[in-house]
């Protein structure tokens, strides 16, 4: 997601340590604002820094369209080597989510490019936060009870020490680093929602913790994130799962029973050294969002979630839990707060057309009060040989029929793309290059009557077609997905579910 000189940048960054002790006083004196295209502008505070009066800068980015009186703040640390600049021109998917008026993001600079952890420099870094957020805007656009912080590497170590120190931060992602052991014996206040995330392989902080870059002394990733959930009171005992990052293996574990509803949830991403580059499919800050807004709320939710379809949503020859929609809906509930429910609903059988489900869902009688929909039909209409036309109309109609669901709300719709049964041990008995052609046909229609009338479609089918190369990814039968490709399959669905019932969180 990043240029070569930034993930050089990162690969360089330094996590904590230094041997220099800290002596500093500041003052604030904020500077006139520099006008920067896109919503973005510069400030800086003066602080008094081994006796010298020294000027840190900070940028801030507003969204594009300011239509909403008040926004949460997130502020991003840049590893040991960057600047807030680095981050804010570089990272398209952070700003992505500003413009489209999730938060206001404030990225400042460390002094000489390091943040002081672990006595890297003479600066308090704690304090000059603290005093960035004192002088925000005091007329509510900044949402001063929700703040929160990610930082990457060295910028991880001061997020980690904020929670641990102050109240400011209500939140807080740090990735590719995990406390020291001297943050670790802090006591924090108050409960925060974190997000950890660490690299197997990382040469610069070692994930089994000990002495790392700068001669610091970390805690284990493990013990780190049992550190902040036994801070929080959470339930000790985790919820563990597998997850597949951009082709990468990542074990994650989350903690929850915590305090004020709190979560912590730590990945370990196998084989990933110092960096977030995790794969282009991995949308990181997104999700570290989402997991940000669905656990700061003080209200429950009741989520209502719809799966239309065929044998490929009702999970042929899997476990019960194992198909896709109920894989979605536990993924969804480790986002969310412990104080949220999340009942699914499925409509779809084996070798069902779309004639079949059009009656079954008039025969359900459904209320149109879902919050997230998934519709993936089709496959059935090629095998029984129906004609391509009744397709193209039923297709049209199902969708209709879908959006009425979630109250006429199409947003919330997702079109999943269908499978190719071609590259399966039971698709070999057939004309297997037919096979893919003709849905090929299917997915082409239904993926460009999606983008004609703005409705989101995820394509799942390239990972059906890997099924001959890795036969895991077939179930038993030798025809329909197993586990694995379907957990792949949420891979993909999961940011759009989370991105559509932001909505409902908010």
């Known amino acids: 997601m990043r240029p070569l000189v930034w993930l050089i940048l990162l690969v360089l960054t330094a996590c904590g340590g230094g041997t220099s002790p800290a002596s500093t006083s500041l003052s604030q004196t904020p500077s006139p604002v520099e006008e920067q295209a896109s919503g973005s502008e510069n400030n800086s505070l003066s602080q008094t820094i081994d006796g010298q009066l020294v000027e840190r800068s900070y940028s801030i980015r507003y969204p594009e369209d300011m239509q909403a009186d008040s926004y949460p703040v997130v502020m991003f640390f840049h590893g040991a080597g960057g600047t807030g600049e680095d981050w804010l021109a570089t990272d398209s998917e952070v700003l992505s989510l500003i413009d489209a008026g999730e938060f206001i993001g404030i990225f400042p600079d460390g002094y000489e490019q390091r943040w002081n952890v672990s006595d890297e420099t003479l600066a308090d870094d704690v304090e000059f936060v603290r005093l960035i ?22 910028g991880a170590g001061l997020v980690n020490k904020i929670a641990k120190q102050t109240t400011l931060f209500a939140g807080i992602a740090p990735l590719i680093s995990q406390q020291t052991q001297a943050i670790g014996d802090i006591v924090p206040s108050q409960a925060v929602s974190v997000f950890q995330v660490n690299g197997s392989a990382d040469e610069l902080v070692p994930v089994n913790g000990g002495s790392g870059v700068a001669n610091s002394q970390f805690m284990s990733a493990q013990n780190s994130a049992e550190n902040w959930a036994s801070s929080f009171n959470c339930d000790l005992s985790p919820f563990n799962r597998s997850l597949t990052w951009g082709g990468s293996a990542v074990q994650e574990t989350t903690y929850t029973g915590c305090l004020n509803n709190k979560k912590v949830r730590f990945f370990i991403v196998e084989g990933a050294g110092h960096s977030t580059a995790f794969g282009e499919d991995v949308s990181l800050y997104s999700l570290i969002w989402a997991f940000f807004t669905a656990t700061d709320r003080e209200v429950a939710l009741d989520f209502k979630l719809l799966a239309l379809g065929d044998s490929y949503t009702i999970g042929e020859r899997v476990c019960s839990s194992c198909r896709f929609p109920e894989q979605l ?43 997230l929909v998934t519709l993936l039909i089709g496959v059935n209409n090629q095998v029984q040989s129906k004609p391509f036309s009744l397709y193209e109309v039923e297709f049209a109609e199902l969708v209709d029929s879908a959006i ?17 049964y071609a590259y399966t041990p039971f698709g070999q008995n057939f004309n297997q290059q037919l096979i893919s052609d003709e849905l090929d046909l299917y997915n082409d229609y239904a993926e460009q009557y999606c983008a004609e009338n703005e409705l989101s479609y995820v394509y799942i089918t390239d990972i059906t077609r890997q099924g001959l190369d890795n036969p895991e990814l077939v179930a038993i039968d030798g025809l329909h997905p197993s586990e694995l490709a379907y957990t792949r399959f949420v891979e993909r669905i999961l940011p759009l579910a989370l991105e559509k019932l932001q909505s409902v969180s908010q």
């Open 329 to 371: 809906k536990d993924s969804l509930k480790f986002a969310y707060s412990d104080q949220d429910t999340f009942e699914l609903q499925i409509i779809a059988r084996t070798g069902w057309t779309t004639s079949n489900l059009k009656s079954a869902i008039q025969a359900a009688e459904l209320t149109p009060d879902f919050d």
């Open 133 to 154: 957020i004192n002088s925000l805007d005091g007329n509510g656009l900044f949402n001063l009870d929700r703040v929160y912080g990610v930082g990457v590497s060295n």
């Open 404 to 420: 009425a669901l979630v109250g006429g709300d199409a947003s919330k719709l997702i079109v999943v793309s269908i499978p190719d």
